[in-house]
């Protein structure tokens, strides 16, 4: 239970016993058991990167939301992005490359994404590393090891504690030790599309010294045509308790091979949902990261706290593309064939440290928390991209033609460097005041290494100050009301930097050019909500909220065909509104959750998008993007139902819905083409558990139950497979909407062993 300090007799150590309950209270609140409910302990959760000296959510002028290790064990969300989905407000998930580890995930609007091209708008830590990579500001979901999570917490707004790319929320991870979760805990299970997975986890700990590994793997071959997934991961930890100080030692590392299918034109989706546009299209991540995390107690009031990191990754991408410059009046010959692959190898080098100072005391006689930090996350990337002729199979495979080309060597390098408070004090019992900011100083250089376009050559420097303020009031003890202001930034990346001249577009992921620079994204957040308990075991909240953009930028198309041919530009301003309602906790032997989300995304801006697949696009294929109008990818509405029940006997059935309604496609950003939609849709899920021995658990879930054919993400785009059997005719190009379509039914089972571990 987290308490004042300004009664604090205790010695030092009490500090770093109000860390271990802030995770402790997390996992344990509101757990059923045979016999009934107990109530929720104090949540507490984390305002900054470092976890810190913590502090009660309910002091958090902001919808807070969090997840822990034991919602990974239920089989409805055993992995981060799916937890998110289904039970976190204005989150929603794109399966645009149609594999399961390559999400792109939506939160109010702003995406994290492992997808060149998307622009990027949350943060994301694990242990308080910042995993955004250098390159383009993107996150590889496939790299963050599931069973090793202990904490979820989704900050939301533009928080400029947690530094650039905060512009719509920031995702903090926080992994297993041996002192908190012993034991040996072991399980697998396969079902539908050949998927068989499997983790094992072992922790412990003697005296003042724990120990903590994990390791899991997943193949599946894929609901979709030439979408196999193999995903290797390993973490550990070796940890040192004493008295006064804390040190954690960890390792990730992964090596994993995605496989994705393009969005597939309408036409197709009638024919064979399963089916690929070309192909192959494989990603292959190799990573080692190291971390060492500290904290040492100065006093009862005070505490220091720091990391150091590097993390080392190889990425692999090997792509096909329809060739926008073929002639089909001509014979098909080298330097004239139908399609081109791409070859990209990126080698990551990432490094840092962070450093936060802690006191909890009165100023005067009211009780204030304050931390100061200072962080740098700096990054090197070698970047060669190669290109090959092609033409294409019956069945739209790639015919290699000639050996690979390079055409693009480059080094980038970044240099993050952050400085910033945040206070909370309480003037009344009733009321707490925050007031934070932060100062951030970044570098981004591009080298060419070919020697052969030194123009590309650049230095991008950006610099600002973003302030945050907010207030939460409790008059009731079932009552809590709180508003907030935030600003944050994020600087163009690498990637944009390079492909933001319309003379000169880019395929994606991007060739390097030389080009005009683009201003950094700002964004200002308000704010305000209510929330408060039912019961001792039933919450609810109510939160409105809108972020504005200054300065936005957006990849915008620019070939007449080639759907993932444009260019980087800043589009003036766009707006996020939206409202968050929640009701959820645990009545008897039910336990349920229910929340609804409104997001309405605009631009506030007009301007001139090239976008000649767009049925109203003017004689050269130019749209005008009107103020008012939707941003693609984004619904309006979203809704979540939960429900579980505990039959007794150690047998829980549960269950889900996931609706959304309506987004456009990209391409259609002035939301004048007809057809440029994708429809609403509502999606079920089931699943159980039973504890039929001690220790042991069998599982299962099926998703989407009623089977839905329904799509996630789309492009308005130019269809070359037009010929007998939808092969390649360029004679007989038709404009049609590009659709990714998301799973059909699956079901899986599995059994979980658990030997002197938490919750066996």
Same mark, same amino acid.
């Given at each position: 239970?987290?308490?004042?300090?300004?009664?604090?007799?205790?010695?030092?150590?009490?500090?770093?016993?109000?860390?271990?309950?802030?995770?402790?209270?997390?996992?344990?609140?509101?757990?059923?058991?045979?016999?009934?409910?107990?109530?929720?302990?104090?949540?507490?959760?984390?305002?900054?990167?470092?976890?810190?000296?913590?502090?009660?959510?309910?002091?958090?002028?902001?919808?807070?939301?969090?997840?822990?290790?034991?919602?990974?064990?239920?089989?409805?969300?055993?992995?981060?992005?799916?937890?998110?989905?289904?039970?976190?407000?204005?989150?929603?998930?794109?399966?645009?490359?149609?594999?399961?580890?390559?999400?792109?995930?939506?939160?109010?609007?702003?995406?994290?994404?492992?997808?060149?091209?998307?622009?990027?708008?949350?943060?994301?830590?694990?242990?308080?590393?910042?995993?955004?990579?250098?390159?383009?500001?993107?996150?590889?979901?496939?790299?963050?090891?599931?069973?090793?999570?202990?904490?979820?917490?989704?900050?939301?707004?533009?928080?400029?504690?947690?530094?650039?790319?905060?512009?719509?929320?920031?995702?903090?991870?926080?992994?297993?030790?041996?002192?908190?979760?012993?034991?040996?805990?072991?399980?697998?299970?396969?079902?539908?599309?050949?998927?068989?997975?499997?983790?094992?986890?072992?922790?412990?700990?003697?005296?003042?010294?724990?120990?903590?590994?994990?390791?899991?793997?997943?193949?599946?071959?894929?609901?979709?045509?030439?979408?196999?997934?193999?995903?290797?991961?390993?973490?550990?930890?070796?940890?040192?308790?004493?008295?006064?100080?804390?040190?954690?030692?960890?390792?990730?590392?992964?090596?994993?091979?995605?496989?994705?299918?393009?969005?597939?034109?309408?036409?197709?989706?009638?024919?064979?949902?399963?089916?690929?546009?070309?192909?192959?299209?494989?990603?292959?991540?190799?990573?080692?990261?190291?971390?060492?995390?500290?904290?040492?107690?100065?006093?009862?009031?005070?505490?220091?706290?720091?990391?150091?990191?590097?993390?080392?990754?190889?990425?692999?991408?090997?792509?096909?593309?329809?060739?926008?410059?073929?002639?089909?009046?001509?014979?098909?010959?080298?330097?004239?064939?139908?399609?081109?692959?791409?070859?990209?190898?990126?080698?990551?080098?990432?490094?840092?440290?962070?450093?936060?100072?802690?006191?909890?005391?009165?100023?005067?006689?009211?009780?204030?928390?304050?931390?100061?930090?200072?962080?740098?996350?700096?990054?090197?990337?070698?970047?060669?991209?190669?290109?090959?002729?092609?033409?294409?199979?019956?069945?739209?495979?790639?015919?290699?033609?000639?050996?690979?080309?390079?055409?693009?060597?480059?080094?980038?390098?970044?240099?993050?460097?952050?400085?910033?408070?945040?206070?909370?004090?309480?003037?009344?019992?009733?009321?707490?005041?925050?007031?934070?900011?932060?100062?951030?100083?970044?570098?981004?250089?591009?080298?060419?290494?070919?020697?052969?376009?030194?123009? &590309?050559?650049?230095?991008?420097?950006?610099?600002?100050?973003?302030?945050?303020?907010?207030?939460?009031?409790?008059?009731?003890?079932?009552?809590?009301?709180?508003?907030?202001?935030?600003?944050?930034?994020?600087?163009?990346?690498?990637?944009?930097?390079?492909?933001?001249?319309?003379?000169?577009?880019?395929?994606?992921?991007?060739?390097?050019?030389?080009?005009?620079?683009?201003?950094?994204?700002?964004?200002?957040?308000?704010?305000?909500?209510?929330?408060?308990?039912?019961?001792?075991?039933?919450?609810?909240?109510?939160?409105?909220?809108?972020?504005?953009?200054?300065?936005?930028? &957006?990849?915008?198309?620019?070939?007449?065909?080639?759907?993932?041919?444009?260019?980087?530009?800043?589009?003036?301003?766009?707006?996020?509104?939206?409202?968050?309602?929640?009701?959820?906790?645990?009545?008897?032997?039910?336990?349920?959750?229910?929340?609804?989300?409104?997001?309405?995304?605009?631009?506030?801006?007009?301007?001139?998008?090239?976008?000649?697949?767009?049925?109203?696009?003017?004689?050269?294929?130019?749209?005008?993007?009107?103020?008012?109008?939707?941003?693609?990818?984004?619904?309006?509405?979203?809704?979540?139902?939960?429900?579980?029940?505990?039959?007794?006997?150690?047998?829980?059935?549960?269950?889900?819905?996931?609706?959304?309604?309506?987004?456009?496609?990209?391409?259609?950003?002035?939301?004048?083409?007809?057809?440029?939609?994708?429809?609403?849709?509502?999606?079920?899920?089931?699943?159980?558990?039973?504890?039929?021995?001690?220790?042991?658990?069998?599982?299962?879930?099926?998703?989407?139950?009623?089977?839905?054919?329904?799509?996630?993400?789309?492009?308005?785009?130019?269809?070359?497979?037009?010929?007998?059997?939808?092969?390649?005719?360029?004679?007989?190009?038709?404009?049609?909407?590009?659709?990714?379509?998301?799973?059909?039914?699956?079901?899986?089972?599995?059994?979980?062993?658990?030997?002197?571990?938490?919750?066996?």
């Amino acid at each position: 239970m987290q308490r004042d300090v300004g009664g604090a007799t205790r010695a030092g150590r009490s500090l770093l016993g109000m860390l271990a309950c802030s995770v402790c209270a997390a996992a344990h609140a509101a757990e059923a058991d045979e016999k009934g409910v107990q109530a929720p302990a104090v949540e507490v959760v984390a305002p900054t990167p470092l976890p810190g000296l913590g502090i009660a959510r309910d002091k958090v002028p902001a919808n807070v939301q969090t997840g822990d290790a034991e919602d990974l064990r239920n089989p409805g969300t055993m992995t981060l992005q799916d937890l998110m989905e289904r039970s976190f407000d204005s989150v929603n998930i794109n399966q645009s490359q149609g594999n399961p580890y390559q999400p792109d995930i939506n939160f109010r609007g702003f995406t994290g994404s492992p997808l060149l091209g998307t622009s990027p708008g949350l943060s994301v830590f694990q242990d308080g590393v910042r995993i955004n990579e250098p390159f383009g500001d993107g996150v590889n979901w496939d790299l963050i090891p599931n069973p090793a999570i202990a904490t979820i917490t989704l900050m939301p707004g533009s928080n400029p504690v947690f530094g650039l790319n905060t512009l719509g929320g920031a995702i903090s991870i926080t992994t297993k030790n041996g002192f908190d979760f012993p034991g040996l805990v072991v399980q697998g299970y396969g079902g539908s599309f050949r998927r068989a997975a499997g983790d094992i986890e072992y922790g412990g700990s003697a005296d003042r010294v724990g120990y903590y590994v994990t390791g899991n793997g997943f193949y599946e071959r894929g609901w979709r045509d030439n979408t196999s997934t193999h995903i290797w991961q390993g973490f550990g930890k070796l940890s040192f308790r004493d008295r006064d100080t804390n040190l954690d030692f960890s390792f990730t590392g992964a090596s994993n091979t995605l496989n994705g299918a393009q969005a597939i034109p309408i036409s197709f989706l009638d024919q064979n949902r399963a089916q690929s546009y070309t192909f192959p299209d494989t990603f292959k991540n190799e990573l080692a990261a190291f971390t060492l995390n500290g904290r040492h107690t100065l006093s009862d009031r005070t505490l220091l706290q720091g990391n150091l990191y590097y993390r080392s990754l190889r990425s692999k991408n090997y792509s096909t593309n329809v060739n926008d410059g073929f002639d089909p009046t001509q014979p098909t010959a080298p330097g004239n064939t139908e399609g081109q692959n791409v070859a990209i190898d990126a080698d990551t080098q990432g490094w840092g440290f962070a450093l936060q100072y802690s006191y909890l005391g009165n100023l005067g006689a009211m009780p204030n928390q304050l931390a100061i930090g200072a962080s740098l996350d700096a990054g090197r990337t070698d970047f060669t991209q190669s290109e090959q002729e092609a033409n294409f199979a019956a069945d739209r495979s790639s015919l290699p033609v000639g050996s690979f080309a390079t055409e693009t060597q480059a080094r980038t390098t970044n240099q993050y460097w952050g400085l910033y408070f945040t206070d909370t004090l309480s003037p009344a019992p009733w009321v707490d005041l925050t007031l934070a900011g932060r100062y951030n100083w970044a570098q981004v250089k591009i080298r060419d290494l070919s020697g052969t376009n030194p123009a &590309l050559d650049g230095n991008n420097r950006f610099s600002r100050f973003n302030p945050a303020v907010g207030a939460t009031f409790k008059p009731v003890p079932a009552l809590t009301a709180y508003i907030n202001y935030n600003e944050g930034m994020r600087i163009p990346t690498p990637v944009e930097l390079t492909c933001a001249d319309p003379s000169a577009p880019c395929s994606l992921p991007n060739a390097f050019l030389a080009d005009p620079p683009l201003d950094p994204v700002i964004a200002k957040t308000v704010e305000v909500g209510v929330r408060g308990p039912i019961t001792p075991t039933v919450r609810w909240h109510a939160t409105a909220y809108q972020t504005t953009l200054d300065n936005d930028i &957006l990849f915008v198309s620019a070939s007449a065909s080639a759907p993932n041919t444009g260019f980087f530009q800043n589009v003036g301003t766009t707006r996020r509104r939206g409202v968050e309602l929640g009701i959820g906790g645990t009545v008897d032997r039910w336990r349920f959750a229910a929340s609804y989300s409104y997001i309405n995304a605009e631009f506030r801006t007009p301007f001139t998008e090239f976008s000649p697949n767009n049925s109203s696009a003017d004689a050269i294929g130019d749209i005008q993007v009107q103020s008012g109008n939707r941003i693609p990818g984004i619904p309006q509405n979203i809704l979540k139902l939960r429900a579980g029940y505990y039959f007794g006997g150690g047998f829980t059935l549960g269950g889900g819905m996931f609706a959304q309604d309506s987004q456009y496609v990209r391409g259609n950003e002035n939301n004048q083409d007809a057809s440029g939609k994708i429809p609403g849709y509502t999606v079920f899920n089931v699943d159980a558990r039973w504890n039929f021995a001690r220790g042991w658990e069998l599982f299962g879930m099926v998703n989407n139950v009623f089977n839905r054919k329904y799509e996630t993400a789309g492009v308005l785009g130019l269809n070359f497979f037009n010929g007998p059997g939808n092969t390649f005719d360029a004679t007989n190009t038709v404009k049609e909407v590009f659709l990714s379509p998301a799973a059909p039914i699956g079901a899986w089972i599995g059994v979980r062993y658990s030997l002197g571990a938490r919750g066996s």
